[in-house]
């Protein structure tokens, strides 16, 4: 057990502690010059915390895939103790049930994921969820479950009874902290933990789907509006032709880009045949794809203007498309940018596919500094 040691300056130094407790919470494995430098501290104060909460046992190392020093070493990299339990994500998506564990150190150590229908009940969902974190849990030797971060689709602003039952029936079930968002704009936030936008501090995420959605993450932290409704960047007026949105409203990013608008204006059943189309280079499909490439990129770019934000990341299954939608998104965001002589703002494609909604509620509840998880605590506590 860790000494007390009496100092003058304990009540600052358990504040360094603290501070860099929490930063290895949200940002995994960090080396210490890196967190010298994200702290504000000097690197030998650095080496001393961290000397002493590795034998209190809070903090573990790894050398990680980091790049090799011109020494041949690579740097050891610092984390929260990974052995101390798993935090769990889940995603319950219109058509999957997908789960996937982490352990504290950011180490993702399995997802898996299901089809279901979307005509099934949140109940069964949830039921369904449940017993796969189970299952999963299992077969990591059944280690301790620190809690759970939920990801449900739709806008959890207008689904107060599902997200509640949820809540109540994992926490029966688990006893453990249970967090609840909407699946979204838990991706954007597991690209910005894992994925492509790692490391950046403000970010658009947009996913293109059946439903258009996204996410904002400003210095680092995902947004969620005095309304819940941060990111609905799908609602965002881009036409005056009466396209009917399912929010109710007229030419809403959805009603031109969502995939379903966007096949029936191609003329075809499926993404398949989509492709197919525009392979064979059909004028029909080539306009439809333009169009709605250059309506996202139009709210983009709004949004990039508003807040100021110089990187973007697109996400979803009309991204299979490729160059075909992607490069009049490019195109559309440069053009729809504030011309201010620098870059336009950047447009990345999105890393982590299926398993990114369920990581992002493992990365929602590692930065959710209100939220207490059993993680590490002070050499000094
Ligand atoms: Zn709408």
């Known amino acids: 057990m860790h000494q007390r040691r009496e100092h003058p300056s304990r009540g600052r130094r358990e504040a360094h502690e603290v501070q860099l ?11 210490r010059a890196a967190l010298a430098e994200a702290l504000g501290l000097s690197r ?3 080496s001393t915390l961290t000397r002493d909460l590795l034998a209190s046992g809070a903090l573990g190392v790894t050398t990680g895939s980091t790049p090799r020093r011109r020494t041949g070493r690579r740097p050891e990299l610092v984390t929260l103790n990974p052995s101390v339990g798993l935090i769990v994500g889940v995603d319950l998506g219109h058509t999957h049930v997908t789960v996937a564990a982490a352990d504290a150190a950011h180490v993702v150590v399995g997802t898996r994921s299901v089809r279901c229908d979307v005509t099934t009940p949140w109940s069964e969902r949830t039921r369904i969820a449940a017993a796969m ?6 077969t990591r030797g059944t280690p301790r479950l620190l809690g759970i971060g939920v990801g449900v689709a739709g806008s959890i602003a207008h689904r107060e009874t599902v997200v509640t039952d949820t809540h109540d029936e994992l926490q029966r079930t688990f006893g453990v902290p249970i967090l609840l968002e909407n ?14 936008a790692r490391g950046m501090r403000d970010v658009l995420y947009l996913r293109l789907a059946a439903g258009v959605g996204g996410a904002v993450i400003l210095d ?26 399912r929010c109710g409203k007229l030419g809403c990013l ?17 993404l398949d045949l989509l492709a197919a189309a525009l392979a064979a280079g059909d004028r029909r499909a ?35 498309l490729g160059d075909h939608l992607l490069t009049p998104l490019r195109s559309a965001l440069t053009r729809h940018a504030l011309p201010t002589g620098a870059e336009p703002p950047r447009l990345h494609l999105a ?6 909604g369920a990581l992002g509620g493992i990365g929602a509840l590692l930065r959710d500094p209100d939220l207490a998880l059993p993680l590490a605590t002070t050499a000094a506590s």
């Open 21 to 31: 407790l929490d930063h290895l919470r949200a940002h995994g494995a960090t080396d």
């Open 44 to 46: 030998a104060t650095v």
């Open 133 to 138: 974190v189970r299952s999963l849990l299992a």
């Open 183 to 196: 699946n979204t704009r838990l991706a954007g936030l597991a690209e910005h933990v894992w994925g492509v």
């Open 220 to 245: 680092g932290v995902m947004r969620v509006g005095a309304r819940n409704l941060a990111g609905e960047l799908g609602h965002v007026s881009v036409t005056d032709e009466p396209l009917a949105c």
């Open 254 to 270: 959805e009603s031109v880009a969502g995939r379903q608008a966007l096949l029936d204006a191609a003329g075809v059943a499926d």
């Open 286 to 320: 080539e306009t439809a794809v333009v169009r709605a490439a250059d309506a996202a990129g139009r709210v983009l770019a709004g949004a990039c203007t508003a807040l100021d934000v110089t990187d973007t990341v697109v996400a979803g299954e009309l991204t299979t």
């Open 351 to 356: 890393q982590l596919g299926q398993p990114a």
